[in-house]
């Protein structure tokens, strides 16, 4: 069936204190999605964040980010006050997270809730905590723990920590209890509110997707509990790490130093961690995106103490026989495979054998040659169609950068009328070294094409033959680059973008809405006699 949705991470929504959360701003989206006719919200992996601040970097890939969590419910509780939220400096930019500022101020406040509620002997905590303690109590203690070391990495404590000897962890958790407690009440109260919020999207038709990453973070709660589930050597650390390898667009390779798995090891427990992975994403979301898919089939293999990912080497992964066993477990989940780059024959007989819809992205459609396999007439249903992910550029930042020639083949694709003109640019002659005039053509009057192209892009991808249409909210919002969420391969200003708090217009929906009964997406609301 046909259908369509956005993708707005948390972090982006507007809220009062300086990240978006699950705050009032986040039932007011899902209203919009409503008034817009959608079907779907697409959001980010909603883990804790550690250093860069990169939700595909998490201190747990069970946990919920303490970010997220809505303030508003401690001021009406009564265990935070208006004045102790207002007090705090959260940054003085509404367009973007001051995450240096957040990490000074929030976790001060969650403590002061924490510290004032009767919660901590509220029969639901106690519940929740004996319901997750499989996860929740070495998550809650690791992150004890490393306030206990001063952040620093598991793989610097002290062996008999590093090693979890029984003895010394039980000590710990006795003279950590106070902390190990708070951090499991955090994880209470934003399961509770996720709860909330997604039952609201569900209850106004609205589906939510997920995102989980392929790898976990070196320094997580998942390497320290479970190292027998990765590639590490005697003294717990990595012995090889994950990355891509070289291409016209990172010379050197990626390097992204997440510690691979012992799929030999996964293997012999029936693949045990990977369905409770998914079980708890069955519980909190009702489709997931699976982050590169093809390290699945084939992952890349980089020598740990490389600093470049030029040495790497393609190593087997469980191929089918992981979603043979996952297939066990997934009884209410859709599941997206992130299939996107290079893909070889077997990745895309993995990808065909799930049958689970790939990726295509329309800034990758329009290469000079033609013939690319992301133009819309190059592909069936089964896909979710995007103008661009998390990790490209706006499709308004994107179009500007390209060249007069793709963008005539994007424009002349779509149909839109443009006029060009000569121009004489001055260029710097590579065998002289000298400057040279040199006469060239470009689109005439290209600000005021700026304007409205993305919905050009837009209306293009919601008419194509996929199945799901998903577009990024800043490229409804027709943004340029200062609204981009993330570089690959850089650090520093990524995962920052916020919404403006007056963005979601009566106007927008309703274009929105109007696109989607004219693509065949919007989908017919059941309602009870």
Known sequence: MRSSGILMPIFSLPSKYGIGCMSKEAYDFVDFLKESGQTYWQILPIGPTSYGDSPYQSFSTFAGNPYFIDLEEFIEEGTLSKDECESCDYGDNVEYVDYEKIYNTRFKLLKTAYKNSVKKTDHNFTKFKSENAKWLNDYALFMALKDKFNGTSWLEWDKSVKKRDAKVLSEYTQSLHGEIDFYMFLQYKFFAQWKKLKDYANKNNVKIVGDIPIYVAVDSADTWANPELFQFDNNYRPSAVAGCPPDPFAPTGQLWGNPLYDWNYHKKTGFKWWCERILHCQNIYDMVRIDHFRGFDEYYSIPATDKTAENGKWRKGPNYSLFKELNKCITS????????????????????????????????????????????????????????????????????????????????????????????????????GKEKAVETEQIKNIDELLKTIHFDFIRLAMMSSANICIIPMHDYLGLDNSARINVPSTLGDNWKWRMKNDALTKDLATQINALTKLSARKVAVQTEE
């Open 333 to 432: 989940l859709d599941v997206i495979a992130e299939d996107l780059g290079f893909m070889t024959e077997t990745v895309q007989k993995l990808v065909k054998k799930t049958g689970y819809p790939g990726m295509k992205i329309l800034q990758f459609a329009f290469d000079l040659s033609g013939e690319s396999e992301y133009l819309p007439h190059n592909y069936d249903r089964n896909y979710v169609v995007y103008t661009g992910t998390h990790d490209n550029e706006t499709i308004v930042g994107w179009f500007k950068h390209q060249c007069t020639g793709i963008q005539k083949f994007a424009l002349d694709y779509m149909n839109v009328k443009y006029e060009t003109e000569k121009v004489t640019l001055t260029v710097i002659d590579e065998k002289t």
